[in-house]
C-alpha cells in the first residue's frame, strides 16, 4: 500500500474539516442516492485535481463550496442533455421522505430545491453563515446584488412556506 503524501493528507484532513459544505450542497441539488453518491464522488474528483492549483488566496471553505458548485451545475447540465436526448422527462428534485428531520425543515428544503441554481446558492451559502461579502466572492456577483437577491429569496421562500 503506498504512503501517502504530505499533499494528499493536508488535502484529505481539509475536506473531511469541511466535508460538511459538499453533503449540504448535494443534499439541496440531488434527491436519489446514487445521484447523491455519483455527485460526491465528482465533487471530490474535481476537488483533488484542482488542489494543486488551491493558492489559498481565499479561504478552503469557500474554494470548496465554489468548486462543488460548478461541479453540480456542470453534472445537473450533463444529466438533463442526456435526459432530453434519451427523450425522458427532466423533474425537479423532491424531498427524501426518509430524512431524518422536521416537517418545517423538509418544507424548507422542497422550497428551496424548488429555486433556481444560482438562488439556491445564495441562499445556501447564507444559510451557513457567509457574509454577504464572501457569498460574491463564492458566485461572482457584487455584494450588492447578493445582499438585494438574498432578500428577494427569503422573502419569496416566506411567502411559499406561509402559502
Known amino acids: 500500500m503506498a504512503k501517502e503524501s504530505p499533499q494528499e493528507k493536508e ?51 469557500t474554494w470548496l463550496y465554489r468548486l462543488s458548485l460548478n461541479t453540480i ?9 442526456n435526459a432530453t436526448n ?6 425537479e428534485p423532491w424531498v427524501d421522505e426518509q430524512a431524518n428531520s422536521s416537517l418545517e425543515a423538509k418544507m424548507l428544503l422542497k422550497a428551496i430545491r424548488e429555486l433556481p441554481e444560482l438562488d439556491r446558492a445564495l441562499i445556501s451559502l447564507h444559510l451557513d453563515g457567509y ?23 427569503k422573502k419569496h421562500l416566506i411567502t411559499t412556506l406561509n402559502g
Open 11 to 61: 488535502f484529505l484532513q481539509l475536506v473531511k474539516q469541511h466535508e460538511r459544505i459538499i453533503y449540504k450542497l448535494v443534499n439541496v441539488y440531488a434527491v436519489d442516492e446514487e445521484e447523491k453518491q455519483d455527485l460526491i464522488q465528482e465533487i471530490l474528483y474535481q476537488a483533488w485535481k484542482g488542489y494543486a492549483g488551491f493558492e489559498g488566496r481565499s479561504a478552503f471553505s
Open 73 to 81: 451545475f456542470t453534472f445537473r447540465r450533463k444529466e438533463s442533455r
Open 86 to 91: 434519451s427523450g425522458e422527462a427532466v423533474s
Open 131 to 153: 457574509v454577504h461579502a464572501e457569498i460574491a466572492e463564492v458566485v461572482g456577483l457584487t455584494e450588492t446584488n447578493v445582499r438585494v437577491r438574498v432578500h428577494r429569496i
